[in-house]
């Protein structure tokens, strides 16, 4: 009997290996490195692979876990475990779900190199001059703050995969806003769980007191001054959990970060409250007071709804006020700027991540709208801008990345990119004060010599005039329409006919002259002509067109991917003699192709 049963359970053993090898069983399995001695672990992926978690422990404790799409045979690319931080260390990389006959162990690679320098930044839908992560996904730009000629970019940032999870600080840093060198990620998931969005600044007097060996330059100043970064720590993966807003730091100018220890520093208030954006408030009335000013923290809270904080030290917040229904969402930005230049007459300007601000006054307590919700930015492609903090006042710019969301990059080991950075102003108009946004001047560093220098009246809705020398990929395109002589004979027309075309790529633009109505790519945006003339600024990246309309009071940013490689070809055409066209138009250059300020 008992030899039966043996014989039995042998065979239902052999028929269950036999299937599970047929089949794939899902098993749980480890990679194990002891001690750690190189600095990446690279993980083979394949987009649309089923997704197993995989818990990373070092000396037997869970530092963090992730999703990924492990490839079970040939891999799409690799993702990279940066375990360098950990050398000396035992790691286990256990992936919970993955097929038995899955072939990911064996293409496990361990190098002190990135896995595909050949091949990384010549995808063939790689953006030429704009930021896109190396590999995986990026959302929003975060903690944008320059310190001693370094800009630091941090990014939402899914390491291991093609789409939106495991969010994590990517960090990557340039001299000149347009070369970015990516970094180690700086900020990631831990036991308060993943890595939301939020904002970074130089804590110049050590209020936060993180510097304990406290060093002085010849002026007096204090010469090593943490770096320091705010975001929201969210258990959104395995179960959501409470947002609560954590700290982490720099001592050595932002090569290394450290978690605070007694994070969070601001506790769940209200469902997924997030997005701290953190700023020096210097009390301008009252100068005297205790450290001439304090640590404001703007905390989007949920529907419309912000909060602001205030803190001495960055580590103890306390609730200022609420700011109820803006009209605006997520991912804030708070910061003053003068008007028209004007240093002596300033407003505060409130930004939500959808795109919409309002103009008012801060008193350092509260911030009390005076004019808003307006935009600057129509279109799907813009979204979760934020501004740099700490910029010198020599230079005194306010400058901003924004997410340039829902574009595509089929087949390509990195997804998402940002804006050119862009440059904020507010200008008086004959509506009041408005934000102006317009690419950073750096861009015009990648410009080779002028292409195109043309003008031409309008001949006629059949007859396209073909601007003639446009030829390469890239370009920095200056447009402008001139209306005067059309408005003298016609004041006040209002004949929706009257329409000028452009196109580019095989993208259109239209200027509905009728209407005040300016379209790119199916988007709308209304657009008033000023002293007889709409101003067109075009930047041109491979999977990108951002269009800037008089000076930046709109900006249309789209993606779009020129499969069938259609040459440039710039075309404008329109109702005969309805205006004077003029076009300068500059070939840029790629940021692969040459070093930054050569
Ligand atoms: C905006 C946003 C933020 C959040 C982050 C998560 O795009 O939803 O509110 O912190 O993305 O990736």
Redesign the pocket.
Known sequence: MKRSILLFQLIFAGLVLMISQTFGQTISQSYEAFPVKKKFVHLPVKTGAPKTWMTVNINGVLQHEFQIELAPGEPDFYATVEVGRWQGKKLVLTAETVTSDSKWLTNVKVADEMSDEALVYKEAYRPQFHFSPRRGWT??PNGLVYYKGTYHLFF?HNPYGTS?GN?TWGHAVSTDLLHWTEKPDAVLPDKNGVV???SGLVDWENTSGLQKNPKKDASGKLANPPLVLF??S?Q?DRGKGPAAQSMVYSLDEGKTWKKYPANPVLPNLIT?N??PKVFWYSDRQNPAGPKGGHWVMAL?LEGENYALFSSQNLTNWEKMCDIKNLGCS??PDMFELPVDGNSAQTKWVFWG?DGKYLIGTFDGKTFTPEAGPFTTKYGGND??AQTYSDIPATDGRRIQFS?M?GGKYPGMPFNQQFTVPRSLTLRTTSEGVRLFIEPAIEIEKLRNSKQANFSANLKGMDNKIKVPGMKGELFDIEILLDFKKFDEKNPLSTDTTNLIYMEIFGQKITYNMGSKIIESAGIKAPLVPVDHQIRIRLIIDRTTVELFANDGIIQIANCFINKDKVPANLSIWGKKDLATVSVKSYQLKSVYSIQPGS
């Open positions: 959302n929003d939402q939106w969010m939301f969005s939020g975001y929201t969210i959104a997924d997030r997005d989007y997520e991912c991540g979204y979760a997410w969301s």
